[in-house]
């Protein structure tokens, strides 16, 4: 890419997509929109299918993507294996890749810290290295609120310094940014970064606090709520990532200012939620469902090694290029949550 290359839209149309993590949350719900919305889109997904939660949810968001009966196909592998990576990109030749594969969870990462550095350090690399290969229009890759670590100030903003994560999964999501602009300097690979904030709807993962939450409460067991449920988190719905997601992929970053095509942004609904309130609207709308027919008991515990007391996303700067911000409340996110965990789990 030449000197002086500036923001440039990057046409989806006929183009041929790889996303990798296609079975997980965000990735699903991203072939689903990509599928339904760009004209002659050919879409590639890959994913592992790790045990890491119930794999049968995986495997219903695919039959959901499968069932659409669009120009699709999804390849089960692991992007830590190069041969793997390298053959997808020799067979298919994305135009955009959006990398959303990643071992995730901060709390796992204590316990199990090789499987963050397998899939988020030797994974991404290994993105990195084919899209060096085989050249692409624009890699758009999942970061994470998680970056900011303990950081005092608020709105987080992607011009604060982040030099002090507090998980070793924060580390690796940093690092991914760090390695893209090397990448991007090097070798003239546009790159995107995503810091997704606290994602939550329909079909998510059951070891994110809020289904976690549900499900103990169907089950009359206790809550417990870490720093005495002070804690904010700017929870942000799956239709709102999705749609920063796709409007990112449309366009690819100016270079900066040492000269590589490269950009982070925050993807978050910017207004932070106190963990005890947000309980309070979850379990409203659970009640609402027939879910649940009372609240439940709370038990109020310490901050969890690997915690941040809150996250707040400063959005400006998406809403400046994009002109798009997240909209949707937390009441509806939560309503639709509800509406279909009942028709799921409820018997």
Not at 26 to 55: A, H, N, P
Not at 109 to 115: R, V
Not at 293 to 317: C, N
């Amino acid at each position: 890419m030449e000197k002086g290359h500036d923001t440039s839209t990057v046409n989806l149309t006929g183009k041929t997509v790889l996303v990798t993590g296609a079975a997980g949350f965000i990735g699903s719900f991203l072939c689903r929109r990509l599928l339904e919305s760009v004209e002659g889109i050919k879409l590639v997904g890959l994913d592992s299918i790790t045990d890491y939660y119930d794999v049968s949810l995986k495997y219903e968001r695919l039959s959901i993507i499968e069932s659409m009966k669009k120009d699709y196909v999804f390849i089960k592998g692991d992007i830590s294996d190069r041969k793997t990576v390298d053959s997808v990109f020799e067979d298919y030749r994305p135009s955009v890749v959006v990398n959303l594969a990643a071992q995730a969870g901060v709390r796992y990462s204590i316990t199990n810290p090789d499987a963050y550095i397998s899939s988020n350090i030797i994974g991404f690399y290994n993105i990195l290295e084919a899209c060096r290969e085989y050249p692409v229009e624009h890699l758009v890759y999942a970061s994470s609120s998680s970056v900011y670590g303990s950081n005092k100030k608020v709105p987080y903003s992607t011009s604060d310094r982040v030099d002090n994560p507090v998980s070793l999964y924060a580390a690796t999501k940093k690092s991914n940014e760090l390695f893209a602009h090397a990448y991007s300097k090097l070798y003239s690979i546009p790159s995107t970064g995503l810091r997704f904030f606290t994602v939550y709807g329909p079909l998510g993962r059951p070891d994110m606090a809020y289904f976690k939450f549900t499900d103990r409460l169907v089950r009359g067991e206790t809550i417990q709520l870490y720093n005495n449920g002070d804690m904010y988190r700017d929870f942000t719905y799956i239709d709102d990532i999705v749609n920063g997601i796709v409007n990112v992929m449309k366009k690819s970053p100016e270079l900066t200012e040492g000269g590589a095509p490269y950009k982070v942004y925050n993807i978050g609904n910017s207004s932070p939620v106190l963990l005890s309130h947000f309980v309070e609207i979850l379990e409203s709308c659970l009640l609402k469902e027939g879910i649940i027919d009372k609240p439940g008991k709370k038990e109020y515990l310490q901050m969890q090694s690997g915690d941040v007391y809150q996250t707040y996303a400063d959005v400006s700067e998406l809403e400046r290029d994009f002109n798009f911000r997240p909209s949707v409340s937390l009441e509806n996110g939560l309503s639709e949550f509800a509406s279909w965990y009942a028709k799921r789990y409820k018997k």
